[in-house]
Nanobody, 129 residues
Framework: QLQLVESGGGLVQPGGSLKLSCIDYGFTLENYRIGWFRQAPGKEREGVACISSGGYTITYGDSVKGRFTVSRDNAKAAAYLHMISSEPEDTGVYYC??????????????????????WGQGTQVTVSS
């Protein structure tokens, strides 16, 4: 059973950067595909990024392409989302999610929440001056 915990959220100015972390305290992230999602107030949850279990394939939502970078360190049972050039529209609760997928290079083109089984509690990101 995964125990995903996000951290690193906070207040960032427009144009600023922030790095979110997702740690599995069960130490078992290897062989799991990771997805990052966010939910703005009053809006549906949106897929932000996907990284395959081996880290070979990455996909991004259209709204964050070129600004966000997803990475992982399986030895540390961790995944990361690095946000740069932040915009007020990036405000929301950010979640990491995982699903068992030992094929090391699979990430669907569209990041969809129904594909993921395990979820963290989320971390708040606010982009504001």
């Amino acid at each position: 059973q995964l125990q995903l915990v996000e951290s690193g959220g906070g207040l960032v100015q427009p144009g600023g950067s922030l790095k979110l972390s997702c740690i599995d305290y069960g130490f078992t992230l290897e062989n799991y595909r990771i997805g990052w999602f966010r939910q703005a107030p009053g809006k549906e949850r949106e897929g932000v990024a996907c990284i395959s279990s081996g880290g070979y394939t990455i996909t991004y939502g259209d709204s964050v392409k070129g600004r966000f970078t997803v990475s992982r360190d399986n030895a540390k049972a961790a995944a990361y989302l690095h946000m740069i050039s932040s915009e007020p529209e990036d405000t929301g609760v950010y979640y990491c999610a995982a699903v068992w997928d030992p094929v090391p290079n699979i990430c669907p083109e569209v990041v969809e929440e129904w594909r993921y089984r395990f979820w963290g509690q989320g971390t708040q990101v606010t982009v504001s001056s």
